[in-house]
């Protein structure tokens, strides 16, 4: 009896990994509103009815990809321990280049919108970057006058904003470089 609850439960799991990777990749592909149930069924290979029943309703299943995404974004700074900003910039251009960080450029394109559904989650997800950014710098490291909040609020927006124009123009855009004068403009200690 137990090995089947366990098994159940083990399917549940893995359904509701698929879901949320389909729904990744499609809101990434084609935005949170243009995307069906069937779209995610379709991709993920399970039924259109698992769905609201995993997740409540589309924005349930809203909130678990950018639960999802945060979660890998702020287990990533985890692993810094101590390191240097600097030296962890490798792994902002790594993340940058990552297909499913498309999401955080489509899903801001819906999220400016004033009544946006997805506005609320979207700006939680921005406070969980800039508040794992902002664990990662030492004060003392900043320049003094530099306010260390609006100096996280800066470097999120532009790795935000390289991110968004290499997805436009990858050809144009040379990650590598920007990632070397990113290193250059930063205080040495960070």
């Known amino acids: 009896m137990a090995d089947m609850a366990t098994m159940r439960t083990e399917r549940t799991r893995e359904s509701r990994r698929l879901l949320v990777t389909a ?3 499609l809101f990434a592909e084609k935005g949170y509103r243009q995307t069906s149930f069937m779209d995610i ?3 993920s290979g399970i039924s259109r009815g698992s769905i609201p029943w995993h997740f409540g309703n589309k ?3 809203l ?3 950018v639960e999802n995404q945060l979660q890998a974004v702020l287990a990533d700074f985890a692993t810094l321990d101590g390191e240097p900003l600097a030296g962890s910039l490798d792994r902002l251009v790594d993340f940058i280049r990552l297909p499913a960080t498309r999401l955080f450029i489509t899903l801001l ?5 004033v009544d946006s559904p ?3 989650h979207f700006a939680r997800l921005h406070q969980a970057l800039r508040q794992g950014v902002r664990s990662a710098i030492p004060i003392t490291a900043l320049p003094p006058g530099v306010d260390p909040d609006a100096f996280v609020v800066l470097l999120v927006g532009a790795v935000m904003g390289v991110n968004a124009q290499w997805r436009v123009d990858p050809k144009s855009i040379d990650l590598d470089a920007v990632r070397s004068t990113l290193r250059a403009l930063l205080p040495t200690e960070l």
């Open 59 to 61: 924005l349930g299943l």
């Open 63 to 65: 909130e678990a990809v």
């Open 23 to 25: 729904a990744v990749e």
């Open 41 to 43: 069924a379709e991709r």
């Open 109 to 113: 394109a819906e999220a400016v919108e």
């Open 118 to 120: 997805i506005r609320e």
